[in-house]
């Protein structure tokens, strides 16, 4: 007996008759603002987006979101583009899906976008207010005198803003510059040193595991630039300790212009509670690879800061359960003293919190749970500096780096780790 075959035929039924309007759509047919020729992505940093118009001319700006791999987190908190237009042109912008996942919770950014900054050249900002409406939208009137505009939420720091500064460091004898590995699309990753490696301490500091997150790296560059002064304080400090700073984790983040996490959908700030997957955190892998081997030379750091950006700008300090209670007293009371020199010798006045963290942990919890290096999560505003009463910039931030050359001089005159 034959076999027999049975066809199966799908057919596939389109509606096409016109559905019920979607509540507060804009009309994506209305005519673009007068003046208004382009929105560029197409520099290093821009972030992707894609934009419309209401009747009323405002342009309507939507963030592309990047996700956190085997989570529902989501983030779209950066952006940077340039207007192009017709010189004296006015548009007004309205920023829309702010709306972010976070720990599995919807929150949204717009309550921290009480400013943006702005700037005809790339290179000179300002920074202006906004007006944040209802449903979590933002809104912003810009005045164009010249042909381009460019917008971005913080002061830029790009790679070629670090390329810069390793060149112009870079045969310093006091500086050692060392590539400890590559990130997921195989850019370098390098840590620098200022100072003897042998000094009686050492600081190490991270910024930018989450590529929207400028001010570490401002931070960082005022740091190195006052610890290679080579003035009497410069070199006073840098008889007492020397500085390890990985100054960009997330280059691909950064170049892309995306918000949170690595491509492979990993935050290089979670998940230091065990070891990295080299396939998937290939960055977090690097610095793991390197501070083992510095722990095995016995050149441990005795302090550590991962630097972020926020809407509040404070030092974290967290303890894991799993240590002793000792030890956990211990770690808050040096870091209650750091945040005591902050605010005595720096404008930073946000204060600190404290709390004992959940898993996943980041990266100053695992530095302290797994190679016992006492370290926090310092946070800087976004948009505004209390201790200045100003808007946050770039120049702020590096002055602030400068100023954590006295406060960790200071830290190991009372600490003494």
């Not at 441990?300 to 300090?317: Q, Y």
């Not at 009463?389 to 702020?396: S, V, W």
């Amino acid at each position: 007996m034959k076999p027999t075959c049975t066809s199966v035929i799908f057919v596939l039924v389109l509606d096409c008759s016109p559905g019920p309007p979607l509540i507060g759509a804009p009309p994506t047919t209305a005519p673009a603002p007068s003046g208004l020729e382009f929105i560029d992505t197409s520099f290093e940093n821009a972030s992707p987006l894609w934009y419309e118009f209401a009747a009323d001319g405002t342009i309507l700006i939507n963030l592309m979101y990047d996700h956190e791999r085997n989570s529902p987190n989501r983030a779209a908190g950066h952006f940077h583009f340039l207007l192009q237009g017709k010189p004296g042109s006015q548009f007004t912008l309205e920023f829309r899906n702010l709306d972010d996942i976070y720990n599995g919770k919807l929150n949204s950014i717009a309550s921290e976008m009480k400013a943006l900054v702005v700037s005809e050249d790339g290179q000179h900002w300002r920074s202006l207010a906004t007006r944040v409406l209802p449903d979590n939208r933002v809104r912003i009137t810009l005045h164009m005198a010249g042909p381009q505009f460019y917008v971005a939420r913080a002061q830029p720091y790009r790679i070629s803003d670090l390329d810069r500064l390793l060149n112009e460091i870079r045969g310093n004898p006091l500086v050692l510059i060392t590539p400890i590995g590559k990130t997921v699309e195989g850019r370098d990753l390098e840590i620098v040193r200022i100072g003897d490696e042998h000094s009686p301490y050492r600081v190490f500091l991270r910024a930018r595991a989450h590529a929207w997150e400028p001010a570490g790296n401002w931070v960082v560059q005022g740091l190195i630039h006052r610890l290679l002064k080579n003035d009497a304080d410069s070199q006073r400090w840098l008889k007492q300790y020397c500085v390890w700073v990985l100054p960009m984790a997330n280059k691909d983040g950064v170049a892309r212009g995306r918000s949170r996490f690595n491509l492979n959908g990993m935050d290089l700030n979670r998940n230091w509670d065990k070891p990295a997957d080299p396939q998937l955190a290939p960055e977090n892998a690097a610095l793991e690879r390197w501070l083992e081997g510095q722990v095995q030379r016995g050149l441990k750091p005795h302090l550590a800061l991962e630097l972020h950006n926020d809407g509040h700008g404070n030092l974290h300090i967290k303890a894991p359960a799993t240590l002793s209670a000792d030890v956990q007293k211990r770690y808050v009371d040096r870091m209650m003293v750091l945040k005591g020199l902050l605010e005595n010798k720096t404008w930073f006045t946000e204060g600190a919190t404290r709390t004992t963290p959940a898993l996943p942990m980041t990266l100053a919890e695992g530095f302290l749970a797994r190679y016992q290096i006492d370290a926090a999560v310092h946070e800087f505003n976004c948009y505004w500096i209390n201790g200045l009463h100003d808007f946050a910039n770039g120049e702020h931030w590096e002055t602030y780096g400068t100023q954590l050359c006295d406060v960790f001089s200071a830290y190991f005159e009372q600490v003494k780790p």
